[in-house]
């Protein structure tokens, strides 16, 4: 059974940083895909980015582009979504996920997720 476990949001000011990290365990991570999605109250889910585990392609959504870097430590079985210059705007629970299709962009994509962190921007 794969189980994800996200850790490191909290409270921050506008225009600070956070890093966020999601610790994968259950089976070997090879051609997976590993993806961050976020929920802010009365929105849908929304794809922020996603890394694949062996090449370490990337993928951002707009929301992330510029601001924020996906990364994966394979030794650790780790994935990192760094956030810089935060906005109120980004406040929202994060989840990551995993799954092995080709597409990453979407919900559908992957079979396992996290139980979600809270990323909370003052203003």
């Known amino acids: 059974q794969v189980r994800l476990v996200e850790s490191g949001g909290g409270l921050v000011q506008t225009g600070g940083s956070l890093r966020l990290s999601c610790m994968a365990s259950?089976?070997?991570?090879?051609?997976?895909?590993m993806g961050w999605f976020r929920q802010a109250p009365g929105k849908e889910r929304e794809f922020v980015a996603a890394?694949?585990?062996?090449?370490?392609?990337?993928f951002y959504g707009d929301s992330a582009k510029g601001r924020f870097t996906v990364a994966r430590d394979k030794a650790k079985s780790t994935g990192y979504l760094q956030m810089n210059r935060l906005k109120p705007e980004d406040t929202a629970v994060y989840y990551c996920?995993?799954?092995?299709?080709?597409?990453?962009?979407?919900?559908?994509?992957?079979?396992?997720w996290g139980q979600g962190t809270q990323v909370t921007v003052s203003s």
């Open positions: 890394i694949r585990w062996s090449g370490g392609d990337t």
């Open positions: 259950g089976r070997t991570f090879s051609d997976d895909a």
């Open positions: 996920a995993v799954g092995l299709r080709d597409t990453v962009v979407g919900v559908e994509a992957y079979d396992y």
